[in-house]
């Protein structure tokens, strides 16, 4: 939370991976006014137990929205792929990979997009 301090309560979205992302954060920051994307690791605590144990085929999705305004999505590619949001639904869109249309939930697609920018600065810095 101090490295968002400049940013809090400003409605901005913040984009993590699976090491940082949980639903207490979540709730924190959405009581500051801050949104939180990001994948999860599926043994946090407070994930729903019917998300998790749901069997999916692939390009399947289930999502469940909390009292809060916390959805937490699971989307089936080549495996399970567990994202939280405070900004998404479980709205579907379709988009071209790989030379196919495929569908995928719009969370994925704009965590995908946040990603990469994450990534080059990574390597920007190394």
Request: charged share 25%; net charge positive; hydrophobic share 35%.
């Amino acid at each position: 939370m101090s490295l968002m301090s400049e940013v809090l309560d400003t409605g901005g979205i913040l984009y993590t991976d699976n090491y940082y992302t949980s639903v207490s954060l979540a709730t924190q920051l959405l009581q500051r006014k801050t949104h939180l994307v990001g994948t999860v690791r599926s043994n946090r605590k407070g994930n729903p137990k019917e998300v998790l144990n749901k069997k999916l085929k692939k390009h399947e999705v289930i999502g469940q929205e909390s009292g809060t305004g916390i959805v937490m999505l699971k989307w089936k590619y080549t495996r399970d792929v567990l994202l939280l949001t405070t900004v998404h639904t479980d709205e579907i869109i379709k988009v071209h990979q790989r030379g196919k249309e495929i569908e995928k939930p719009q969370a994925i697609v704009d965590y995908n997009k946040s990603k990469a920018y994450i990534d080059l600065s990574d390597q920007l810095k190394t």
